[in-house]
């Protein structure tokens, strides 16, 4: 069994592009600029905004983030977010999910201008990232990508089984790998919540690679993977001792895969680089540097 440092990754791509921002940046351009809005105290989102503002330093980025509380309407966060797309300075927004029930997520993440939505949530970027089209890719599924790039496993002509059909990892990972993309060309299954067991299964116990993101601690376990298959666990479980652990038993199933994400320090963390690419992209098309 061998790790997919999701770390190790995402420390060479932030590295790559931290030297071209310096390139950009010794020519007379401005840095690229990531605002994110947070909305609350979720405890996890703050940790992951915090992640995020950390590797736009380590980029060279300049990050900005706006704060509102719980009560804030939609009404005055589609004002802000109407702002920011007009604000030439800033290249990427994100607006950090889930947002307070009281909130229409769609009709937030519809507002955000596709030429800013590094998240690759706008439907604009996801229909193009469907077509084969270039897009803002959603971020965990693009990470999962360039670790899978990273660690050169074969995904062309394999077979992936994809568990959970979420619209921010399990459909567009499902997607990309089955495109003609770069890292694609696989056969893929797409399984769900309503998808028999026994069937679940039988795709499982032949897959090639299998991606979880279910965000069940252990939904994934040693008799549902085949001898050398490449294991991607996309959850972040909190448990109740504080321990963060993934979809997958990791300490059984790894013992059957060839590679295997750790949690966390796997696809966590390849997440927050994929956002770096974006928001460079965002940057280079603002600029014309593409
Ligand atoms: P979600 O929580 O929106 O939905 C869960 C999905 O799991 C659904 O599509 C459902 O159909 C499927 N599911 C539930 N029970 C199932 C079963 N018994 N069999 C088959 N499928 C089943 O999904 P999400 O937002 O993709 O989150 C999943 C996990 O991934 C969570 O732990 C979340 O925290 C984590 N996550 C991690 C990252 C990262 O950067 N590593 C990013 C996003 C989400």
Not at 4 to 10: P, Q, S, T, V, Y
Not at 109 to 127: C, T, V
Not at 198 to 212: G, P, S
């Amino acid at each position: 069994m061998k790790l997919l440092d999701g770390k190790k990754c995402a420390e060479s791509l932030v590295a790559d592009i931290s030297r071209k921002v310096g390139e950009y940046v010794a020519s007379g351009l401005r840095k690229p600029h990531m605002t994110i809005i947070l909305v609350g105290e979720h405890a996890p989102s703050e940790s992951y905004v915090k992640s995020k503002i950390k590797s736009c330093g380590n980029a060279g980025f300049e990050s900005t983030l706006l704060r509102f509380p719980e009560s804030v309407t939609e009404a005055e966060l589609l004002a802000k977010i109407a702002e920011v797309n007009a604000d030439r300075t800033t290249d990427g927004l994100i607006v950090q999910l889930p947002l307070p029930k009281h909130i229409n997520q769609q009709h937030v993440i519809n507002a955000i201008d596709p030429e800013k939505d590094i998240d690759g949530f706008h439907p604009m970027n996801f229909g193009r990232m469907s077509l084969g089209q270039k897009a803002f890719r959603p971020a965990t599924a693009y990470g999962i990508c360039k670790l899978l790039q990273f660690y050169e496993i074969p995904v062309w002509g394999k077979h992936c089984v994809v568990i959970g059909r979420s619209n921010i990892v399990g459909k567009p990972i499902s997607i990309m790998l089955s495109n003609d993309f770069e890292i694609g060309n696989a056969t893929v299954t797409l399984t769900h919540i309503e998808t028999p067991r026994e069937l679940l299964l039988d795709e499982t116990r032949r897959a090639d690679i299998v991606i979880v993101a279910v965000g069940i601690p252990g939904f994934v376990t040693a008799d549902m993977v085949k001898d050398g298959a490449v294991l991607i666990d996309v959850g972040i479980n909190r448990l109740a001792d504080g321990k963060i652990v993934g979809d997958a038993d990791f300490e059984n199933v790894k013992e059957k895969c060839s590679w295997i994400t750790p949690v966390p320090g796997g696809v966590g963390r390849m997440t927050v680089a994929a956002l770096m690419i974006n928001t460079l992209m965002a940057y280079q098309n603002n600029f014309n540097l593409a």
